[in-house]
Structures are given as C-alpha cells and as structure tokens.
C-alpha cells in the first residue's frame, strides 16, 4: 500500500455513492437511514444514484427471487470499478425467512459481497455501521488502481449446490441412496 | 388528457409505424423497487403499456402451507410492508373468522388503534414516495419523519420498529402499557402540524396539481369490473368501506366518514388518501378515549390463546394452557371449511382465502392483493398518457411489489 | 330443477337463489353455508352461462379468482378446486361459488368476458396450479418467469424446489 494509495482510498471511502438495488422490505429501512432522522448522507453517501455507471456501492436491500437475479448480476456488471456490494438484511444474506422455490439463498452465491448486514430488516443504526465497517474495509486494503479485486478470483459464498439440497432433491424425485454408501441425515 | 383520446382508433398499438418500446424497470428509481413495464411509445406518447411481474415472487402462500396460524403471521408481515401491521390483522382477522373466535374488547381497540395508524403510514409513504417521484423531497423528508414516530410507536408495543409480528390468534403477543398510550396521545396531538407542512406543500403546489390532475383517469364502471378497492376505488366514486359496510374490530363503536371523490384521476386519489389520514387520526383519538381494561386473550380458560407469561412460569394451568396451545399436535383444530375474510386495509380490500383442514395449519392460505388488481389496470389507465405521466400514475395507485408478486 | 334447499336467515338470499334459478333453469347448484357466508358449487361444464348468471343477478365485481389443490385434503373425490369470491357492489352482498376439476380435463372457459379483472387472476392461477382459461386475452405465466416448467402451489411440489433457485451462473469478484 502506498501514499497515492492511502489517499485515494480515503477519498473513495468517504464518498461512496449507493446504488440502493432496493427489493422489498429492506428498501424502506433503505429510505428510512437515507431520509432526516438517520441522515446517511452525514457518511458520505450525499446522492442516490439509481444510475450504476455512477455509483461505487450497491446496497443490496431485500430478497433476490430468481427472476431478479439476472437484472440483479446485470447491473453489477454494469458498475465501474472501484465497485463494493453491501448485502442489506437477512434475506439478500442467505435467503431470509423465505426457504422457498422461488428465492435465492443469498446472494453471494452469486455474486461478489463486501459486507453483510443482518437484521429482518436491519435498523437504520445496523446499516450505517456496515457503511462505516466498509469505509474501514477499503481505507485498510485500497488501492488506487483496484488491484486488491483481482485477486479474489474464487467464488466466496455457499457453493452452488449444498450437499443437503442436492440429497433433498433427489429423495424427492424418487431417487434412492444405497444406505451402505450413504446414511441420510434427518 | 381528456377522456376522449382514449376511445381513439388512433391509439390501436399495432396499426401505428413509427413507435418505439421503452423497457420501464425492473430497477428503476420510480419504480416502487421491482415492477417492470414495457411502454410502446409514440415520441413522448404512451400508447401500450404492458406491466411484467414476479420480480419479487417469493412463494409466500406456499409457505402458507407450511406454518402454522400463528407462524405464518410473520410471513404475512412481509407484504404489504410498509403497514406491515395491517396485514397481520387482517390474516388473523380470517383465521378467527374460521376458529370461530370473539375477540375481547381491549383486543378489538388495541388493533383498530394499529390499523389507523398503519393506514396513516402507508399514505405518508405513498403521498411522500410519489412526490419524490415527481421531484419534490422535501416532503418526502416531512413523511418520513412523521413515519418515524410511528416506529417508535410500534417499537414501544411490540419491540420491532417493522414487521412486528404482534398479533396471535385470539390476542397479541404483548399488552400495551400506559407509556404507549401516552406516546400515542402525543403523536395524535402532533400530527395536524405535520399533515398542514405536508399538505401546504404539495396539494396546491401549481407544479404538482398540473402533472396530476386529469391523469390516469379510472372511471367508476372499470374501477367496479376490473376489482379496484381502496382509495383508488373510492376516488372513482365507489363509496365502498369495508369499515363501514361490514364492521370489523372496534368500527362499529366509532364514528368517522368514509372519504371519496368523483374524478377518478390522480389529484383525486392523492385527495382522498390525505382526508383519509385526518380521519384515521379522529379514529385513533376516539378510539384512546373509549380504550376498555381487561384481558387481551380470548378464551383464558378456552385453547384460544397463548396465555400470559408470567401464568405459564408461575401456575401448572397456565403451563399446561401453553403447551396445549404451542405443540403441534395439540393445538386448536380448524374446522374443515373454508372462509374468505377481507379487512379495509390502507391499499385496498385485503381479503384471506382459508382453507383448513382439522389442524392448526392452513391448507391453503391465499392472500388476495389489492396491489395486483390495481397494477393490471394500470394499462387502461396510462394510454393517452405522456411519459412523464407514467410516473405520477404508477405512485397514485400504490403498488407494492411485495403484495403484487407475493 | 334441483336447488338444494337449506335455511338462510335473510330474504336477500332467497331471492338470489330464485334469480338464479330463473337464469339457470336446469343446472345443479349445491348451497352451503358457514360462518354467515354463502357457497354455492357449480357443476364445471355450465361454467360459462353460470359465471353470466351471477353477473346477470348483480354481482359486479370479482373479488378473487383462486384455486386449490384437494390432493392432500382427505375424503373428495375431485383433484381442483377453482373458487370464485364475488361481490354485489351496491347491496354488499358476498358469494364464492366453486367449481371442481379433475385431471387430465383442466381447461376452462375464462371470466374475462365477464369481469375484466379475471385477467390477471387467471394468469396466476394458470402460473400456479395449471389449469388453463380458454378464451384468454393474453394467456401466459405471470409471476414466474416464462422457462419455468412446474406448477408450484400443487400440493406434489415441494416448497424449497427442485434447484431451479441454484441454477444460475456465479460471478467472481475478479472478473466483474
């Protein structure tokens, strides 16, 4: 880390504009920190820019459900570097109070995440600290030429299909285990 | 746009060169988080819109299936979330329309005190979202300010500013103490301050009452077959108020006026959602004044609810009445019927189809939404319409995606 | 014609019941009451000159369009059940009528040219049980997306699905 790279990811980390991907619940607790009581433009995040060729976070806020996932990798793809995701709430975390056919389990099974914020939804206070954990995160291991993101080249999240679903899947469609091979777990 | 243009064989989107399809969403500030409408435009003219949903389906009335009444309740919270306790009220409305369970007089008052606040938040947020919408934020700012008192309201009752889960089936899960009543006095003598910042600045706004007056015009017949209710009902002139029409809860005892309004357009709508928070107001206050003492359980001495702590840890009846009432093979059984039950919550008549099938369960627990039936006439009301009318149109209906796409 | 006679307490009801018997001259409508709502079950085959009859006697709006899977229920004979809920705007008086579905026959005429809020409603029930709406403006799935092959609310799907929430590519931090 050097100077040039201290300074710009001070700068960087002290005007991180949001691109609130703002699904369900979690978009008015959203709204909520972003309006006069918890102002979260005191932190940096002046605008909302629901723009993402302008914007340097995405706040993921609410749950994924697979017709939006596509729309949700899209406009990841879409943000210039030096980009960071913030998963708002337990659903876009790992999939909520909603185990369901029709939900992702988080998101991060997909896509890159920076911090997690846990809360159905979180309070305005919970999120502001992930903006400041953040804040803490990039002043620590920033770099002027976002070169810390090259190097995470290995999917971070739950792999895609868990032991357990893939076993409750198939018992399901009537596919039978040999019981000496494999003791299933209850 | 005068109504005229709307009978006009010109709009007819497939006899028309020239036009172009703008996708309108799903990610889009205005929006209302995830809806998505493919709009066929004529330079600045919508001449077709076409909405597409599901981008927030999560399976909710599958779950339905799966919980139990008073687990589902937590479910049901996330909605219409942003009056989440509405919603609990009206499910656990139809579930003890289906047990067949009287509710006790402080019960009664206690949710009708919610459900008017509720309504009062829905309509700040959905007056201060759609002036956003239309470039105004201030008064987002004063809406949401006034919401937070509501917050502390519902934190204070049931400790969650949001998706409280407080009702039970036959009760609620906490009483609420004298502090709550006087939080509750003091936000109702409060609020004429912010509803006259609001109002002043937005209803004779020149900028505002020009881009909503005469715009997305429903008129009584479509509003009737095509199954609106609520506010948007109300401002086409259907004088419809499930408060008033089929008293539930503590609505018989209180006297308030059902709001509405002849034209049908925005303006109207907006109108008829500000007198409908000065009514919920004189609501709250008659309901504080009459508040009975007593229990808040149905049936102490039934299976109908989940008794008191402090009964359950201190006497073996009031242990064996909570086991009996949690474990799943003993609780309440549901008779085998089906009901549907629809409370006159702030978008609209939210109405519960209930199936149940001898056990505490529902077999089927459909929610019957009033943001879908609203959202599928948004196409007949946008033709004729500009582009930047979409906007105002989409946030005087009151869309929620949560509810629309369940 | 067959009305099944049952006691109701007010003479709205009875009068309904005459209307629609004069509409319906020749189809069996079974009435039920419980909780002080009416049900009335209609044999699948008269659906369409049924649904006119309720709008013909009053009923203007539909308030809900669902259905449900008896699969699991116990002790019927029927798979389907499509449940209309309807509504006389200015009397207020509420209906839900019925009609039972088997499979593979799981097509029936649509109320879209009775009361166009049926649209939508039908399209989800479609998207979630199945069955299908002849007659339909514009018949597709509405809440989940088009390439979507099972019907989810059937009682023989189960809730966390089959993978198809797993089934998509997974994007890398350093590639984004």
């Given at each position: 880390m050097t100077q040039l790279d201290a300074a710009a990811s001070w700068a960087r980390a002290n005007s991180l504009w949001p691109m609130p991907f703002a699904t369900a619940c979690c978009?008015?607790?959203?709204?909520?920190?972003?309006?006069?009581?918890?102002?979260?433009?005191?932190?940096?995040?002046?605008?909302?820019?629901?723009?993402?060729?302008?914007?340097?976070?995405?706040?993921?806020?609410?749950?994924v459900v697979m017709?939006?996932?596509?729309?949700?990798?899209?406009?990841?793809?879409?943000?210039?570097?030096?980009?960071?995701?913030?998963?708002?709430?337990?659903?876009?975390?790992?999939?909520?109070v909603f185990d369901t056919y029709?939900?992702?389990?988080?998101?991060?099974?997909?896509?890159?995440?920076?911090?997690?914020?846990?809360?159905?939804?979180?309070?305005?206070?919970q999120l502001i600290r992930s903006i400041i954990d953040l804040q803490e995160k990039i002043q620590s291991g920033g770099t002027v030429n976002a070169r810390e993101f090259k190097l995470r080249i290995l999917p971070e999240g739950p792999t895609r299909f868990d032991e357990d679903e893939l076993i409750r899947i198939r018992e399901r469609n009537g596919f039978k285990l040999d019981d000496q091979k494999y003791n299933p777990v209850h | 746009m005068p109504l005229e243009l709307l009978e006009s064989p010109d709009l007819d989107a497939s006899k028309r060169e020239g036009l172009w399809t703008l996708n309108f969403g799903p990610q889009h500030p205005a929006t209302h988080t995830t809806l998505r409408l493919v709009l066929q435009l004529d330079g600045e003219m919508v001449v077709d819109a076409e909405p597409d949903i599901g981008f927030l389906h999560s399976g909710f009335e599958k779950l339905g299936e799966v919980l139990d009444f008073n687990q589902y309740v937590t479910i049901v919270d996330r909605m219409n979330y942003i009056s989440p306790l509405a919603n609990e009220i009206a499910w656990h409305h139809a579930v003890e329309k289906l047990l067949g369970i009287e509710l006790t007089p402080r019960c009664k008052y206690i949710r009708t005190i919610f459900a008017e606040l509720m309504r009062l938040h829905d309509h700040l947020l959905c007056l201060g979202a759609c002036v956003l919408d239309l470039g105004g934020a201030t008064a987002f700012m004063y809406a949401f300010n006034a919401r937070e008192a509501i917050y502390e309201i519902c934190e204070r009752a049931s400790g969650q500013r949001f998706h409280t889960s407080y009702t039970r089936v036959g009760g609620l899960l906490y009483d609420v103490t004298d502090d709550w009543v006087a939080m509750?006095?003091?936000?109702?003598?409060?609020?004429?301050?912010?509803?006259?910042?609001?109002?002043?600045?937005?209803?004779?706004?020149?900028?505002?009452?020009?881009?909503?007056?005469?715009?997305?015009?429903?008129?009584?017949?479509?509003?009737?077959?095509?199954?609106?209710?609520?506010?948007?009902?109300?401002?086409?002139?259907v004088v419809r108020d499930l408060r008033r029409d089929e008293p539930y809860l503590a609505y018989d005892d209180l006297?308030?006026?059902?709001?509405?309004?002849?034209?049908?357009?925005?303006?109207?709508?907006?109108?008829?959602r500000m007198m409908e928070m000065l009514e919920s107001i004189k609501i709250i206050q008659q309901a504080l004044e009459k508040l009975p003492n007593g229990p808040i359980f149905a049936g102490e001495t039934g299976k109908a609810g989940i008794p008191d702590k402090k009964e359950v840890y201190r006497s073996i009846e009031g242990l064996i009445h909570h086991f009996e009432s949690i474990m799943p093979n003993r609780q309440m059984a549901a008779p085998k019927e089906s009901i549907y039950a629809a409370t006159e919550s702030p978008n609209g008549e939210l109405g519960y189809y209930i199936v149940g099938d001898g056990t505490f369960r529902a077999y089927r627990a459909r929610t019957r939404p009033p943001s879908l039936l609203h959202f599928a006439l948004f196409s007949k009301l946008i033709r004729g319409c500009m582009l930047s009318d979409v906007v105002a149109v989409l946030g005087s209906i009151n869309i929620i995606a949560a509810e629309l796409d369940r | 014609?067959?009305?099944?006679?049952?006691?109701?307490?007010?003479?709205?009801?009875?009068?309904?019941?005459?209307?629609?018997?004069?509409?319906?001259?020749?189809?069996?409508?079974?009435?039920?009451?419980?909780?002080?709502?009416?049900?009335?079950?209609?044999?699948?085959?008269?659906?369409?000159?049924?649904?006119?009859?309720?709008?013909?006697?009053?009923?203007?709006?539909?308030?809900?369009?669902?259905?449900?899977?008896?699969?699991?229920?116990?002790?019927?004979?029927?798979?389907?059940e499509v449940v209309y809920c309807l509504l006389n705007i200015d009397t207020g008086l509420r209906l839900i009528a019925k009609i039972?579905?088997?499979e593979p026959d799981l097509t029936i005429p649509s109320a879209t040219s009775v009361w166009f809020g049926a649209d939508w409603l039908e399209r989800e029930v479609y998207d979630m049980y199945g069955i299908v709406f002849e007659g339909h403006p514009n018949f597709k799935r509405l809440l989940l997306p088009e390439a979507f092959q099972s019907f989810p609310l059937r009682k023989d799907y189960p809730v966390k699905g089959r993978g198809e929430r797993h089934n998509f590519p997974v994007i890398t931090r350093a590639e984004s």
């Open positions: 978009g008015i607790e959203l709204m909520s920190t972003a309006a006069s009581k918890h102002d979260l433009s005191r932190f940096g995040s002046e605008v909302m820019r629901f723009s993402p060729r302008q914007c340097d976070l995405m706040i993921v806020a609410g749950r017709k939006m996932l596509p729309v949700l990798q899209r406009i990841w793809l879409q943000m210039p570097e030096p980009k960071w995701c913030i998963s708002m709430g337990a659903c876009a975390c790992t999939g909520g029709a939900v992702v389990q988080g998101i991060d099974r997909f896509m890159p995440v920076d911090v997690y914020v846990p809360g159905c939804p979180p309070r305005p206070e | 509750v006095k003091e936000f109702v003598r409060s609020f004429p301050k912010v509803y006259s910042d609001f109002s002043g600045l937005v209803m004779k706004n020149r900028i505002f009452v020009e881009r909503t007056r005469d715009v997305g015009v429903l008129s009584r017949e479509e509003a009737i077959a095509g199954g609106a209710t609520g506010p948007n009902a109300r401002a086409s002139g006297d308030f006026d059902v709001c509405a309004s002849q034209g049908g357009d925005c303006y109207a709508r907006f109108q008829v | 014609m067959a009305n099944e006679t049952t006691e109701f307490k007010s003479t709205e009801v009875e009068a309904l019941k005459v209307r629609l018997a004069e509409l319906l001259p020749g189809v069996l409508l079974k009435w039920s009451e419980f909780r002080d709502q009416m049900r009335v079950v209609c044999p699948a085959a008269e659906l369409g000159s049924c649904l006119k009859a309720f709008k013909a006697a009053g009923f203007d709006q539909l308030t809900d369009l669902t259905a449900v899977d008896l699969l699991e229920y116990g002790n019927v004979n029927d798979r389907f039972h579905l088997n």
